[in-house]
């Protein structure tokens, strides 16, 4: 009888430095079935969901000889990275299915939202036929490719790990949690309905500017489509589309280099800093997104993970906007509410979330056109609007990790500090010595070594350990 296999798939961009492929490779030590690491970001897939290029064929293929998967990756804004995600719109929309194998996923972060994020991985794994075995989420260290609480982390891989050997021993596929939902939801290239706007059109006395944000090319989407007529007809103000798919915006590579260099920029020479400029500028801001593999579609994801820099200092404050989440049925609410969730986290007022199925048709044109008429009062009124708990609570966590990682993040606590965000007593003492420390590059770069080296030590002792009571896994890595 064959080995039976375990397939790493790793979605993050930073190659050697992934916190989750660290992590991965800690786990798999402990299987007794051999197991193979692909790159998935490295693979470079395109972003059209029906194309079957080679690389992506690959990908398949070694799903398909695998008993178990283990998608392997950093928290990317909510979710996989876009590079995973063009993966997932493939399979969903050339209708794989691997019933009868098992998945389960190692993901780092820095915790925000990963409970949210997890879950919408099981949701899409199940969707895909597998039985969910379990996940380990753990803490990475944003900057240097290792995860911090350690000790933790390296229990919870060897329980996922002792979980995946008795599965594949058994041939035990674990029951769903998630009922089926219909694939069509699930595809990237399902849209919306369009719908009639033709009631009287605003006079334009406004004088400010809305951004509408759309992945999808807007001629190919009447759901959107309709949207964008009904924001032009009904507001008074003047209105600017950008279709993002016919923009070139790349996926974010994860560098990090927005968070060390102080002013946020990306460092990749493509459209999203003119796109970002925009945004600036602009007095509301409305992002349509349409559903694809349980997410919002990978054009609007790629420009909002690319939007790390602002998600760190929420320099689209004093804005207002809505998101509306279309071509997903049952999975539009959860879209909205992420879209909600990234605009708010930007600094812009979220004055509602819509779902296109969540009504039938008139009377989502109707809700469309009343939240147009709200965002322009939002604008001339300067509604106050207080942060819900979910926006609150991250803000606290980057405050914290800006106060924890002063080194990294200078820029970003001086920004949370000038705009008060400081409303829950922060992590001090220790920090603020190490912040003051931090203030030399020279010395920040030097105790980044050391660190590094003190884990890696520290984490080759527990192995040893472990090595001697002869409990490593059989496995061994099959080259990739
Ligand atoms: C664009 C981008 C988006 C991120 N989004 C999140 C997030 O939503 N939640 C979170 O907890 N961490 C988030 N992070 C932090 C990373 O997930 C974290 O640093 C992780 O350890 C990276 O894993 P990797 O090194 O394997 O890529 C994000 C990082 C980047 C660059």
Redesign the pocket.
């Known amino acids: 009888m064959a080995m039976k296999k375990v397939l790493f798939l790793c979605g993050?961009p930073?190659r050697k430095?992934?916190?989750?492929?660290c992590t991965a490779k800690y786990l798999a030590r402990f299987l007794d079935f051999d197991y193979e690491f692909l790159d998935v970001a490295k693979a470079k897939l395109s972003t059209d969901p029906g194309e079957a290029e080679p690389a992506f064929l690959k990908i398949v293929e070694k799903m398909q000889t695998a008993d178990a998967v283990v998608w392997t990756?950093?928290?990317?804004?909510?979710f996989v990275s876009v590079q995973m995600q063009y993966l997932l719109d493939k399979l969903f929309e050339q209708g794989y299915d691997f019933s009868g194998k098992v998945a389960a996923a190692v993901m780092?972060?820095?915790?925000?939202?990963?409970d949210f994020i997890l879950d919408r991985v099981r949701f899409v794994s199940e969707q895909l036929g597998f039985g969910y075995a379990g996940d380990v989420s753990a803490v990475?260290n944003?900057f240097f490719?290792y995860v911090e609480d350690e000790e933790m982390t390296e229990d919870s891989c060897r329980i996922l790990a002792g979980q995946l050997n008795r599965a594949l021993t058994d041939g035990y596929v674990p029951a769903r949690y998630y009922p089926p939902v219909e694939r069509r939801f699930l595809s990237s290239t399902h849209r919306g309905p369009g719908f009639a706007v033709d009631d009287q059109p605003a006079s334009k006395t406004g004088d400010k500017t809305i951004l509408v944000l759309t992945g999808n090319r807007v001629s190919e989407d009447a759901a959107n489509a309709s949207i964008i007529e009904s924001i032009q007809r009904y507001s008074r103000n003047s209105v600017e589309v950008i279709e993002l798919q016919d923009r070139h915006v790349g996926p974010?590579v994860?560098c990090?280099l927005c968070d060390f260099n102080g002013d946020g920029v990306c460092v990749l020479k493509d459209e999203y800093e003119a796109i970002k400029q925009r945004l600036h500028q602009a007095d509301g801001i409305v992002y349509v997104g349409t559903c694809a593999s349980g997410m919002v579609d990978c054009h609007l994801k790629a420009f909002l993970?690319r939007g790390?820099g602002i998600a760190h200092r929420p320099t689209l404050k004093g804005k207002y906007g809505f998101v509306i989440a279309t071509g997903g049925g049952p999975l539009e609410a959860e879209a909205g509410w992420y879209l909600q969730f990234v605009l708010n986290k930007f600094g812009t007022r979220c004055i509602a979330a819509l779902t296109q199925s969540a009504a039938d048709g008139p009377a989502f044109a109707a809700s469309v056109r009343r939240t147009v008429e709200d965002l322009d009062r939002a604008l001339d009124e300067k509604w106050q609007i207080a942060d819900r708990f979910g926006i609150r609570g991250t803000n606290w966590t980057f405050r914290d990790l800006a106060a924890t990682s002063g080194a990294s993040l200078r820029a970003d606590y001086g920004f949370y500090k000038e705009h008060r965000m400081f409303d829950a007593p922060s992590p001090g003492g220790l920090n603020a010595l190490m912040r003051l420390l931090f203030k030399s590059r020279k010395l920040e770069r030097r105790l980044v070594v050391v660190n590094r080296e003190r884990v890696a030590r520290a984490r080759e002792q527990r192995l040893a350990a472990h090595l001697q009571h002869g409990r490593l896994g059989q496995g061994k890595e099959i080259p990739s």
């Open positions: 993050s930073r430095q992934s916190a989750s492929l990756f950093g928290a990317w804004l909510l780092t972060s820095v915790r925000v939202h990963d990475g944003p490719g974010c994860g990090y993970d790390w």
